[in-house]
């Protein structure tokens, strides 16, 4: 280790429910890598499920490894070859690495059609932060390719550029929805549902928001306290999920079309088109035979009853996009799917999406600092993966901060 470095101090994952925090040795930067003094680290649902179960599908804990994946610090060492970062430079750090990095471990393509094709998420020979076997960045010091490294804009906290990575997952759903950067869409104009109001559920909405100002949002959930915060980020309506409705599925696309009647209703009334008004508070009160639905659902909770409410929801024609990983077999309602031609498409982390979240966030076009209810040392890391794995307190997002 260089002598004018500090320890290493990692909290390192042995075994399901084996955290342990202490020294850890220091990374060197190999050609076209950058050695990083971190400054921040979200904590992510999938750290707590390694931390819980070991596993998570094929990606099984094998050997001790250190956790966290949503990070950001300053860059201390510069490998051979890296040219367009200095040391000194405040970076945030998109975690997955494919096979086309030149700072990759990979000596040849990884086959992946589609990761050839530019879609690097799907990469077949992805290394990916906290991701068995490869080592996460929750340390004093971490290792990582150069090119998957991005120089923050002014103004921009570590904090907020640790948060690029859960941004990073709503940019690319609503792009696999279809819609582009002026608010047009493959699926034509309409409103957009989001089902779950947990951490990606409300980056996504913050994303559609400040990207599609014209499109109504939607978000649902169990939690009445999750989507007030929802509201306070700009949701234009919020269904409140009763697992003990027996309308199932259907009720929760009922709710979603009588709250968009009624902002229609109210937007009528503010434009002050009285006959207008007057028919949608008469859509508001009896909704239509057949309901138009909305253009894009995005289902951001992994619960089966939230998948099957998303195809509900959506209109003839529209897009259901996956982005919540639940229990490995889910069963969806293919006919209600069939009879309307939803496409349903799946999400599967992100591809060339943190410059875009550098600008979002940069250009104040949203703001993620609402979303942090908790903040930890990395001293403190077991009591943060705690208090994500219990749900407790109002938590949305927790940091481990190293300031």
Same mark, same amino acid.
């Given at each position: ?6 320890p ?17 040795? *220091? ?28 596993? /998570? ?12 994946h949503?990070?950001?610090?300053v %860059?201390?060492?510069?490998? +051979? ?5 200095a ?60 090119d ?9 906290s ?33 409103? %957009? ?59 929760v ?7 968009l ?11 002050? *088109? ?5 028919a949608?508070a ?15 659902? %995005? ?32 069963? %969806? ?8 031609? /939803? ?14 979240? +550098? ?13 942090? *209810? ?12 705690? *208090? ?16």
């Amino acid at each position: 280790m260089p002598s004018d470095l500090g320890p290493n101090v990692a909290a390192v994952l042995h075994g399901p429910g084996d955290l342990r925090v202490g020294s850890h040795p *220091t990374p060197d930067p190999g050609p076209h890598q950058v050695l990083i003094a971190v400054s921040a680290v979200g904590i992510c649902g999938s750290d707590v499920h390694y931390l819980t179960h070991g596993r /998570i599908g094929p990606f099984v804990l094998r050997a001790p490894m250190v956790l966290g994946h949503e990070a950001a610090g300053v %860059v201390v060492r510069l490998g +051979a070859g890296v040219t367009h970062l200095a040391v000194g430079d405040q970076v945030a750090i998109e975690p997955g690495v494919p096979c086309s990095s030149a700072g990759s471990l990979s000596s040849s393509h990884c086959g992946v059609a589609a990761c050839a094709a530019g879609r690097y998420n799907l990469c077949g020979d992805m290394r990916f932060c906290a991701t068995p076997p490869v080592d996460g960045s929750l340390a004093t010091y971490y290792v990582h390719a150069a090119d998957f490294v991005y120089r923050l804009p002014a103004g921009v906290s570590m904090e907020d550029a640790a948060l690029f990575e859960p941004l990073s997952v709503g940019i690319h759903a609503l792009r696999r929805a279809g819609l582009d950067d002026d608010g047009a869409a493959a699926t034509g104009p309409g409103d %957009v549902y989001v089902g779950g109001a947990g951490p990606i559920g409300l980056v996504t909405l913050l994303v559609a928001k400040a990207k599609y100002p014209t499109r109504r949002v939607v978000v649902a959930d169990v939690d009445a306290g999750r989507l007030a915060l929802a509201t306070e980020l700009g949701a234009d309506a919020t269904v409140v999920v009763d697992v003990a409705d027996d309308r199932g599925a259907a009720g929760v696309a009922a709710d979603v079309t009588a709250a968009l009647c009624r902002l229609i209703a109210a937007a009528a009334d503010d434009a002050g *088109t009285s006959e207008a008004s007057g028919a949608a508070a008469a859509t508001a009160a009896a909704p239509p035979r057949h309901p138009p639905g909305v253009a894009v659902a %995005v289902e951001c909770s992994g619960a089966a009853s939230s998948v099957a409410a998303c195809v509900a929801a959506v209109r003839p024609g529209g897009v259901v996009v996956v982005v919540g990983m639940g229990a490995p077999v889910v069963g %969806v309602p293919l006919v209600d799917a069939g009879v309307k031609e /939803i496409d349903l498409r799946g999400v599967f982390r992100y591809a060339d999406t943190y410059g875009e979240a +550098a600008a979002l966030v940069g250009e104040g076009r949203l703001s993620l600092r609402r979303l942090v *209810t908790h903040r930890y040392r990395l001293a403190d890391a077991a009591k943060a993966f705690e *208090t994500v794995r219990l749900g407790r307190d109002g938590v949305i997002k927790v940091v481990i901060d190293y300031a």
